[in-house]
């Protein structure tokens, strides 16, 4: 009985097209046009705070930060120090309605998970220590249920949780600190997109979500923190103050139900 093989090209996974055909050349005749392709504007109004804006869903990313077992789990490692997590449960929920009704509308969808090096090589001691604070080796690299090694790349913990799906067309980006852009690919990945503004989701709110948010906006970009979507651990007081300091210092918050809406509303306007 012959064994069936699987070609190098077939083993490989699926690329992103959009991702690259928004920053390409054309060549016809032997001449190099620059001309990247016209993005056609796709307004969509929003009532953020602290005032309504008008966002261009063409040139617009989700960006949905740890929704992995390791944070989200009642098994995953924050559970395991006695955390409870069952706040995350409404927002898997919003997280579920609100990247399908983003992908329809065309806006890309990048999912950042912690999913650190096996051997931990680039990351400093105060990373370390900061995920193991008494030294007892509960930290990152620890084993837990499923023998998942905590925040490790390929881990069952750095996994999406149950109730949320990765489709073709998503983009990846493993992380290694509590910003998504520090020491990743992520910045790299939204101009290549041509990306102006970012729509923050994901846990928690008050530290990795807002850590990345911070980065996005003093990198340059507009940035979106969808209440509801995001959600922390931390006393109430600490995701209120997250929100307050977003709308007094960086961008603008919106509620994951009306975002979801416009992006429903647009997805009826995308060419199929």
């Known amino acids: 009985m012959s064994e069936t093989t699987t070609s190098p090209a077939e083993a490989l996974p699926p690329t992103h097209p959009e991702a690259t055909a928004r920053d390409s050349w054309s060549v016809a005749d032997g001449r190099v046009d620059l001309r990247r392709q016209a993005l056609d504007p796709r307004p969509a109004e929003l009532d953020t705070l602290p ?3 008008t966002a261009d869903l063409a040139r617009s990313a989700l960006v949905v ?3 992995q077992n390791d944070f989200c ?7 395991g120090w006695g955390v409870d997590v069952s706040g995350a449960a409404p927002v898997i929920e919003a997280v ?12 890309p969808v990048i999912w950042v998970n912690w999913g650190t090096r096996l051997d931990q090589a680039n990351l400093p001691a105060g990373v370390r220590h900061s995920m193991d604070p008494f030294g007892d080796g509960r930290g990152i690299g620890s084993v837990g249920a499923h023998d998942s090694r905590a925040m490790t790349r390929g881990s069952w913990g750095a996994a999406l949780v149950d109730g949320l799906e990765r ?13 998504g852009f520090w020491d990743t690919p992520l910045d790299s990945i939204l101009r290549t997109l041509r990306v102006d503004t970012v729509f923050f989701a994901g846990v928690n709110s008050d530290q990795c979500v807002y850590s990345s948010l911070i980065d996005a906006a003093s990198l340059g970009y507009d940035v979106v923190l969808v209440d509801g979507a995001s959600g922390t651990t931390s006393p109430a007081y600490c995701h209120d103050a997250t929100l307050y300091n977003t709308r007094q210092c960086y961008g603008f918050t919106v509620d994951a139900g009306p975002l979801t809406e416009a992006f429903e509303r647009a997805a009826e306007a995308v060419p199929a």
């Open 96 to 107: 579920g309605r609100l990247v399908p009704a983003a992908r329809a509308a065309g806006v």
């Open 73 to 79: 789990s009642p098994e995953g490692w924050l559970a």
């Open 65 to 67: 930060i740890d929704m």
């Open 167 to 179: 489709a073709p067309g998503d983009i990846d980006v493993d992380k290694h600190r509590l910003s």
């Open 51 to 53: 005032s309504p804006v």
